[in-house]
């Protein structure tokens, strides 16, 4: 195994451990090194980290970080504080057009509880998908861990009965994704291409650079399509690859549109905006910030260092 697939298992790794985020949460940390990839803890946090964004023409899809919860009251304030953070969006008029919307994790809802998970977290999931309605936006359904795969599309598809503008997220890491890209290239689906962001065996999951292939293979059955292909990728190949099957297939740029995380390649989120391409930019935020944040250092060592040097020169 090479040296940074070690670092990045290990980072995964540590990413589900409670003893390491409790010793992390409570070091001497700046807010600012915390605050590059997430803008804080409130809702208003995350509407003003919209409304700068929206001043440089970046649209917005805002995650209340937290997942994995089996505590029934942990996945009904999840789904309140979705809530009132559309209605805080709607207030600023942040969601006209659909340029703020807000992504949202099954398993923070409440897809893990034992027993009736899967109904809670849908009925969880339908309240936020009327409220975003309500403020004339709408819902993309994050994608978690292969083992989720099924149900979460299971719930895409009843949801998009009453709410068909809710999207899905693909990710090009796991060998069965072309063919979910194919399924879902319908006309009005939304769908959000990534490469994946869990550590997935080689049974369900490419590796390496096979990773970068499949996800073109996707590009390019989502831009052929009639749908709606949104490309959640910092790649500057990826994004070259899909700005050129766009232009192929003839797309107009309101067809589709790039998606980047708060804090990474800012420069070119911006410069893909000037060009009049659509940019929306995935901003976290909440308590629960540990997970998140350890992710981003597993596909980065650059962002480790720049986490590290926060921490070092703090502590
Ligand atoms: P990767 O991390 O391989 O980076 C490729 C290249 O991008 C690098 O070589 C470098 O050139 C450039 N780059 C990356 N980071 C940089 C930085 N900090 N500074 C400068 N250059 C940088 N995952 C998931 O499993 N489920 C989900 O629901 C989502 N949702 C989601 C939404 C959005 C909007 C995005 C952008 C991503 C996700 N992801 C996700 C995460 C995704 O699966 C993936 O883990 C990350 O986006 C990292 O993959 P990249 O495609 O960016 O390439």
Redesign the pocket.
């Known amino acids: 195994m090479e040296a940074s697939d070690l670092l990045r298992n290990s980072l995964l790794h540590l990413a589900k451990s409670t003893r390491v985020r409790d010793f992390v949460e409570e070091a001497p940390v700046s807010r600012s090194v915390v605050r590059r990839f997430v803008p804080g803890a409130a809702t208003a946090d995350a509407v003003g980290a919209v409304g700068q964004l929206q001043v440089t023409q970046r649209m917005a899809t805002i995650d209340y970080l937290g997942e994995d919860t089996t505590d029934l009251g942990q996945a009904t304030h999840t789904r309140d504080a979705y809530l009132a953070l559309l209605s805080e969006l709607a207030r600023h008029r942040y969601t006209d057009d659909g340029r703020a919307e807000v992504s949202v994790k099954l398993s923070a809802l409440g897809q893990s509880l034992p027993g009736d998970g899967h109904r809670i977290a849908l009925d969880h999931a339908r309240a936020i998908c009327q409220a975003a309605a309500n403020a004339g936006t709408t819902v993309t359904l994050?994608?978690e861990d292969h083992t989720t795969t099924d149900s979460t599309l299971e719930s895409l598809r009843e949801l998009r009965q009453d709410f068909p503008a809710v999207g899905a997220?693909l990710?090009a890491y796991l060998h069965r994704t072309e063919a979910d890209c194919a399924d879902l290239a319908h006309a009005g689906s939304r769908v959000?291409l990534?490469?994946?962001?869990?550590k997935e065996p080689e049974t369900v999951a490419y590796q390496g650079a096979e990773v970068d292939r499949s996800y073109v293979r996707c590009l390019k059955v989502l831009m052929a399509g009639q749908g709606y292909p949104m490309v959640?990728?910092?790649?500057?190949r990826?994004v070259e690859i899909a700005g050129a099957l766009a232009a192929k297939r003839g797309r107009d740029p309101k067809s589709f549109e790039y998606?980047?995380?708060y804090g990474?390649?800012p420069e070119e989120q911006q410069r893909i905006a000037d060009r009049g391409d659509q940019m929306r930019v995935?901003i976290p935020y909440g308590e629960q910030w540990y997970g998140y944040l350890m992710r981003r250092m597993a596909?980065?060592p650059?962002?480790l260092m720049f986490f590290l040097r926060g921490v070092a020169t703090r502590g």
């Open positions: 994050d994608m997220v990710q959000r990534c490469k994946g962001a869990y959640a990728s910092h790649d500057p990826l998606q980047m995380l990474i390649r995935y596909e980065r650059g962002n």
